[in-house]
């Protein structure tokens, strides 16, 4: 397959995302980028299917990255000025090796796929198939990291802000910290500074992720940027508005006395406060749940009642369609009253359904939940949550009708299922 170029080799948005093309756009002009890949959407999704030479061509693209990295969303459609993606497609950070990264890449593409990257979407009117990108980049081990915005975003006024604390920059997109603010003038040179409280600082854990932990008291309140560091930082804002254009949001860090640009994009709105925007810097958001790739076989769905009556060829094709996913012990699967994004299959572990924080049943392996909303396009009837280790495999809104639509059996057995369903529902309030 294609679609695992080096990051200095993406250029197509549609293909590789548009954070993918902004960076590989940085590295040809000569800004200090770290090193890494890009893997176009439908490499990703080849990977959450479980294709074997898609993950043996990107595992092998990776290996020369030096370990841990970090692995980043970049959808198509992503950090628009319409439309902000930040928060609803996840970013890992801290990915321990190679052998971690198809786990990371099926988690985000799940993270795409979800209940509220789905609602997000509808929200802003982008109701197609999404398709995510992924950058993949070594680690920084930063020793101050932060955002800069090449205009002030509270007053508006023609000068930077840089908002900077300790280590990874998630202190600060995720308001963990009072950072350091410093404004400069459009030549770089300081007009103010406000020293911030900086308490905890965001490092790369031992086994994986991250991990807060204190910082030393003399350092809390003492600035973590001098004029050197600021100088430099004046120069990248002017030198990605020559790039990019004017009026961008920078992620940056400072690993080993060098400036690294992390990400740079237009700013959304104006107004806001720096450090607000959400995930992004460097990959800063946390993870949801380890993902995993077994494939679906296709004989093995003729124990579901749904699929029983399909003959071997109509299975195996159904169960391309599905991807894994799994879930810790008190995970929340679905949230009743959100958009419907996934219809599941239980492969093993137990989850309790619940309406209106009540529980109603509960369900075990063979069992399936989510079509309700996927067929009448409302939101979730109930919330279903992990009672211990779950794994399902969904099978997504893109598919999941055209499924239906296409089989009458299937329909039929869903058909049966609602009507049990409501048959429960009526003898309940009687």
Not at 40 to 53: C, H, I, L, P, R
Not at 301 to 319: K, M, S, T, W, Y
Request: proline share 4%.
């Amino acid at each position: 397959m294609t679609g695992v170029v080096p990051l200095a080799e993406a250029r197509d948005p549609a293909r590789y995302g548009s954070k993918a093309v902004g960076l590989g756009e940085a590295i040809r002009a000569g800004l200090p980028v770290p090193p890494g890949i890009a893997l176009s959407g439908a490499a990703v999704e080849a990977v959450a299917t479980g294709d074997a030479a898609a993950t043996a061509e990107i595992t092998e693209a990776a290996t020369p990255l030096a370990a841990p990295l970090a692995v980043r969303s970049s959808a198509a459609d992503e950090d628009g000025a319409e439309a902000s993606f930040a928060g609803q497609h996840v970013t890992l950070l801290n990915v321990a090796s190679v052998d971690d990264l198809v786990d990371a890449l099926c988690e985000i593409w799940w993270s795409a796929n979800s209940d509220s990257a789905i609602s997000y979407r509808q929200r802003v009117g982008l109701v197609t198939r999404p398709s995510v990108g992924v950058v993949v980049q070594s680690l920084l081990d930063p020793d101050v990291a932060g955002v800069m915005f090449t205009r002030h975003p509270v007053t508006g006024a023609d000068q930077r802000m840089v908002e900077a604390s300790w280590g990874l920059g998630e202190a600060v997109v995720a308001g963990l910290v009072i950072p350091d603010s410093y404004v400069l003038d459009r030549a770089g040179a300081l007009v103010g500074s406000t020293p911030g409280r900086k308490q905890v600082a965001v490092r790369a854990a031992p086994g994986g992720g991250t991990v807060e932990v204190a910082v030393e008291a003399g350092l809390v309140e003492r600035p973590c940027l001098d004029p050197a560091q600021l100088g430099a930082l004046g120069r990248l804002a002017t030198r990605c508005e020559e790039v990019y254009g004017e009026g961008r949001d920078i992620e940056w860090a400072i690993a080993g006395g060098t400036l690294y640009l992390l990400q740079c994009r237009a700013v959304t709105t104006l107004g806001k406060r720096a450090g607000g925007g959400g995930a992004g810097v460097g990959g800063q958001s946390e993870a949801v749940g380890a993902a995993g790739t077994a494939e679906v076989q296709g004989a093995e769905l003729g124990a579901v009642p749904l699929f029983a009556d399909l003959d071997d060829a109509e299975r195996a094709e159904v169960a391309r369609l599905f991807k894994e996913r799994r879930f810790a012990a008190g995970d929340t699967v679905i949230h009743e009253g959100s958009g419907g994004a996934a219809f599941y299959l239980i492969d093993s572990g137990e989850a309790n359904v619940l309406v209106g924080g009540v529980a109603r049943a509960a369900l075990g392996p063979g069992d399936w939940f989510g079509e309700i909303a996927l067929i009448d396009e409302g939101p979730r009837s109930a919330t279903v949550a992990a009672a211990s280790d779950l794994v399902c495999r969904g099978v997504t809104i893109w598919d999941f009708r055209p499924l239906v639509e296409a089989n009458g059996v299937i329909g039929w057995k869903l058909l049966q299922a609602m009507v049990k369903k409501l048959r429960a529902a009526e003898a309940a309030e009687r």
